[in-house]
Structures are given as structure tokens and as C-alpha cells.
């Protein structure tokens, strides 16, 4: 069957290649809703022409959101994720269209994520042409919004829909390295404030409480939280305060990004930290401590059946001749929402590529077939496995 598989994969390349051509040169930054709406119009009319049911959600501000579901005769549902937003602004396919030099694709949102979305839509097109269907269902499900975080509209349906599945498997691009992902830190950006007592630094300074040199010593306290727990790393990223030099600073502001393997390791930095503004608080110096608002991410952890789930797929990439390993990485996506539902989480399934949110942003070609075949096998294994 694997032979098969990839003859088919092989044999489709070409057109591969001239529909990620078509979508690549399609702008769909986060913001341009014309563009989004486009990339969703295409693959819209492709899922409905594989016999998919599709539905659109649409969205007043940001591009649409697409679901579109394959039925089999089978038991289980799984889930394909990815999203068809990119970092770039419109105007950015006109000056960088998609080119090939050697093993390496270039174009905005080759890798991130233009490729995963076509890899999932081949790899229904595979399962329905080699006559596989023992499954329940296939769902795609494709969001607008993935890059701009914070407060996003399709959150609730990501999770929704991940409740529906037994497993999901999410299309953004393999690493540079081949490694697929299977835990993603959680990410949370927490707000400190310091709040002094203003005074002239050169005829009273005493009467005066420098909130800045407060905060230094919090400052001080966050960065010997690193590593408070495996992998955790904190972050002091943005720092305000003070009017001019010969004033003492009556306020002065953090925001720090911390992230973690787990929600427990979390709530031990929360924990913590708390216990530690007990010890530096400075007399005539209050601080605040508090997450900001909508940046919570939770973390894609490595459960027990998300490693089966990675040993399911090394055991396949070797049944189709390479080796394969999971990486934990420090990045955010979709996958966190979706397995903050409880359900299994694979990520990294699109090809392999590298350099995104950047001019030189790359897909490595040799790597299309072998990863479309991997995730066409690793479907097949899933279903048969439960």
C-alpha cells in the first residue's frame, strides 16, 4: 500500500506544485480579508469537488473560516488543523512570488502554512483514490487567524471541534530538521507595576520612592526563574517608567513573557513569583503582579497518548524508508487550543521548512511526497491502531 501511496503522490507532484504556486501568490495576510477570503475560496471549491460536506463560517473583519468533513464507514474522527493567514502585508506576492531554486520553494507562506493546508487536502484526495474509508470521519479545519494572537474569534471553534475528535493532526510545517512536534510550551504575558512616590531628585530626593529601582530588583527576581521548572523560560521583554532624570519615578511597568511545558509548571511560576515579591518589595513601594489580557496560550503537552501517537508515526516514516523524531518546542499554534480539549495533538505533519515570518521563507521540495504519504499512512494507522 505504501507503494502505492506514493506512486500516486509522485505521479500528482506537478500539480502539487502548480497549486501551491496559485496559493502562495495569493496575499492573505492576517488583516486583508479579500486575500484570506480568496485562499478559503479555493480551497472550498477543492474539498467540495473530493466529495467533502463544507462549511463556511463567515467572519465580519477577518477572512472566513472553513470545515470541511469527509464521512467513511468506519468508527473514529479525526481532525485536520491549519489556518490560511500569513504574516505578510498585501502587495508582498507581487514583489516575492513564489520561485523554485534547487530543493527550495520560496514565496510568503510557503512553509507557514500554504503547503500544510495542500498537504491535508492531498492527503483526502490519496485516501479516496486508493479506495481507504475505514474511518468515521475526516474533518479539515481551516482558521483565518492564527497569526495575530490575543483575542481571537476562532478559538472557540478550534476547541469546539477538537472535542469532537479522537485525534488531531495539525498541518503546519515539519522543522528544518524533519522533526515533527509533540509538546508546545504554553505561553502567558504577565504585567508588574511599581507605584512610588514622586519627588525632585535634587533638593528633596529623600521624601521621594523610585519605583524604577523597585522594579530593578523584581527584574532581578524574574530572571532567576528560568528554569524554576524543566524548559521553562521567563522572559523580561518590555520595560517603562520615570518622566525625566531629575524627577524620582512614582510608577514604572514590566510585561514578561513566560513559558512553560505544562499548566502546572504555570501556576508554580505564578506561586513563586508571588513569594517572592514578599521578600524585595521596597518600603513606600507597592507592586502589582498580573497576566495581560487575552495572552494566555495553554501548552500542547506530551501526554501518554500523544506519545503513542508519535511512536504511531516514527513507526510509519519507516515503513515508508526515513526516520523520524518529536521535538519540543518553545512557538505556539493551534495545537494548543486543541489539545487544552484533552484530545491527542500531532503537529508539524505539513513538509519540511524553514525561515518563516521572513523574506527568505522556504518548503523543501523532496519533502513534499514523503510527508503527504506520511500523513495519508499515519491516518490509516490511527484508525487501524483504535
Known amino acids: 500500500m505504501s507503494e502505492a501511496i506514493v506512486a500516486f503522490l509522485e505521479a500528482r507532484l506537478p500539480a502539487y506544485i502548480e497549486e501551491l504556486r496559485e496559493l502562495v501568490n495569493t496575499d492573505s495576510g492576517s488583516y486583508d480579508k479579500m486575500g484570506v477570503d480568496a485562499v478559503v475560496g479555493w480551497l472550498e471549491q477543492r474539498l467540495t ?110 476547541r469546539s471541534e477538537a472535542r469532537r475528535a479522537d485525534v488531531v493532526l495539525t498541518l503546519e510545517a515539519a522543522r528544518e530538521n524533519g ?33 524604577i529601582v523597585a522594579m530593578a530588583h523584581q527584574i532581578i527576581a524574574l530572571s532567576k526563574l528560568n528554569g524554576l521548572r524543566p524548559g521553562m523560560t521567563v522572559n523580561t521583554g518590555c520595560a517603562e517608567g520615570g518622566m525625566a532624570p531629575n524627577i524620582v519615578p512614582d510608577y514604572a511597568r514590566i510585561r514578561v513573557d513566560v513559558r512553560a511545558l505544562s499548566r502546572d509548571d504555570m501556576r508554580a511560576f505564578e506561586d513563586t513569583f508571588r ?29 501518554p497518548a ?11 516514516a519507516r515503513e515508508l524508508g526515513f526516520d ?17 480539549e484533552g484530545t491527542p495533538v500531532l503537529d508539524g505533519l505539513g513538509p519540511i521548512g524553514g525561515l518563516d515570518h521572513s523574506p527568505h521563507e522556504y518548503l523543501k521540495l523532496s519533502s513534499i511526497v514523503p510527508r503527504t504519504a506520511l500523513l495519508v499512512k499515519l491516518i490509516m494507522t490511527i484508525v487501524q491502531d483504535n
Open 49 to 158: 469537488l473530493l466529495g467533502c460536506e463544507v462549511k463556511r463560517y463567515h467572519q465580519p473583519k477577518f477572512g472566513d473560516d472553513l470545515l470541511a468533513t469527509m464521512g467513511g464507514r468506519g468508527k473514529g474522527h479525526i481532525l485536520l488543523l491549519g489556518h490560511s493567514d500569513t504574516v505578510f502585508p498585501a502587495g508582498t506576492a507581487a514583489e516575492r512570488p513564489m520561485t523554485i531554486e534547487g530543493d527550495r520553494i520560496l514565496g510568503p507562506g510557503t512553509c507557514d502554512m500554504k503547503a500544510g493546508l495542500l498537504t491535508g487536502v492531498y492527503a483526502l484526495e490519496t485516501l479516496r483514490e486508493i479506495g481507504f474509508d475505514d474511518y468515521g470521519s475526516i474533518s479539515y479545519l481551516c482558521v483565518s487567524d492564527e497569526e495575530i494572537g490575543g483575542d481571537r474569534h476562532s478559538i472557540p471553534l478550534i
Open 179 to 211: 522533526d515533527i512536534v509533540s509538546a508546545r510550551k504554553g505561553m502567558c504575558w504577565y504585567v508588574v507595576e511599581a507605584f512610588g512616590q514622586s519627588a525632585h531628585a535634587g533638593v528633596e530626593p529623600e521624601k521621594g520612592r523610585n519605583a
Open 275 to 303: 513569594e517572592q515579591l514578599a521578600k524585595t518589595e521596597s518600603p513606600g513601594v507597592k507592586i502589582a503582579f498580573g497576566t495581560e489580557e487575552d495572552s494566555y496560550n495553554p501548552p500542547m503537552e506530551r501526554t
Open 306 to 316: 500523544v506519545v503513542r501517537l508519535e511512536q504511531l508515526a516514527q513507526e510509519t
Open 324 to 340: 523520524l523524531k518529536g521535538a519540543i518546542t518553545g512557538g505556539c499554534s493551534d495545537a494548543c487550543f486543541a489539545a487544552a
